[in-house]
């Protein structure tokens, strides 16, 4: 699915850089701004990427929640409430905006008025979600 591969495209490297950061930040204390917010970002994709055993996600439900993260949505999330964000923000897309799930499943892309929708739906739920 091609909207897969926009959305994770960058989020291979980003997972290699978070490793390899984490590695070094366990030997030392000083880390600046970015290193902070690098090691953040790798730990809410990881928690991101789990899912639980017998329970698959679409491709267009795992397309949408992966776009939260790689574009820093789920950095305003505390880690621990990244799977509770995921279940709500499906429910909130199932709920709200299933034409717009329905869109990614026949189209296969990720259309730019797509992506600018789910830049608008992000933005007000995460300024919104209680975890």
């Known amino acids: 699915m091609k909207a897969m591969k926009q959305v994770s495209g960058g989020m291979k490297?980003?997972?290699a850089q978070f490793r390899e950061v984490e590695a070094?930040?366990?030997f030392g204390s000083d880390l600046?701004?970015?290193t902070q917010k690098q090691l953040s970002r790798g730990q809410r994709l990881?928690?991101?990427l789990?899912?639980?055993i017998n329970v698959p996600l679409t491709m267009q439900e795992q397309v949408v929640i992966i776009f939260a993260?790689?574009?820093?949505y789920l950095d305003r999330i505390d880690v621990t409430s990244v799977r509770s964000f995921e279940t709500a923000w499906l429910a909130f897309l199932k709920g709200s905006h299933a034409g717009l799930l329905?869109?990614?499943r026949s189209e296969q892309e990720l259309?730019?008025?797509?992506?600018?929708k789910l830049h608008e739906l992000c933005d007000s739920f995460t300024s919104s979600f209680k975890g």
Do not use: C, I, P, R
Request: glycine content about 8%.
């Open 102 to 104: 329905e869109s990614l």
């Open 24 to 26: 070094f930040a366990q």
């Open 50 to 52: 789990k899912q639980d």
């Open 32 to 34: 600046d701004a970015a």
């Open 69 to 72: 993260g790689v574009n820093g």
């Open 111 to 116: 259309s730019k008025s797509n992506e600018a």
């Open 46 to 48: 990881t928690e991101m």
């Open 13 to 15: 490297l980003d997972l």
